[in-house]
């Protein structure tokens, strides 16, 4: 019973960690955008051979901003863009430079499923290696 409740302690700090670290950027950010404000941006570049990423360009107070993000999540799909194309654009009141292209509820959906499968499986990955490479690890484990 103690080993489980070791690898359990430790595999719940590992995941704590790990997901805290995974959603310190995008999640965070697009939880404060969910307060946003709503526009329309523009489609200004496609990158296809580059994560599909799409570049888009709104205005904010007469001020031209921009950010790179993903097709869809309340827009069309990234074979459906096209340079010039209108797509809706998400901007936080506090900082307009902070944005995001599509909905931030479905990007948010989108951004939670790769987190918990790593914070689940690397904490594994990681106490299994460790036991089964350093020897104090192990001793501490089965004691």
């Known amino acids: 019973m103690k080993l489980v409740l070791k690898i359990g302690v430790v ?6 960690v790990f997901a805290s670290f995974l959603s310190y950027d995008n999640l965070i950010s697009l ?7 709503r526009t329309i941006g523009t489609v200004t570049a496609l990158e296809p051979n580059n994560h599909r990423a799409v570049h888009y360009a709104y205005i904010v107070a007469g001020v031209n901003r ?7 999540y309340g827009n069309p799909g ?4 096209s340079v010039g194309r209108e797509v809706v654009v998400y901007y936080s009141r506090a900082n307009p ?4 292209v599509g909905i931030p509820d479905e990007l948010i ?3 939670i499923p790769p987190i918990v499968g790593a914070a689940v499986t690397f904490p594994i990955m990681i106490i299994s ?3 089964w490479r350093k020897d104090r690890f192990r001793r501490w484990l089965l004691s």
């Open 129 to 131: 290696a460790f036991a």
């Open 66 to 72: 921009s950010g790179v993000g993903m097709a869809g």
């Open 109 to 111: 959906t989108n951004e």
């Open 78 to 81: 990234f074979g459906a863009l």
């Open 97 to 100: 430079n902070e944005s995001c």
């Open 11 to 16: 595999w719940l700090i590992g995941a704590v």
């Open 31 to 37: 939880l404060r955008l969910r307060n946003g404000v």
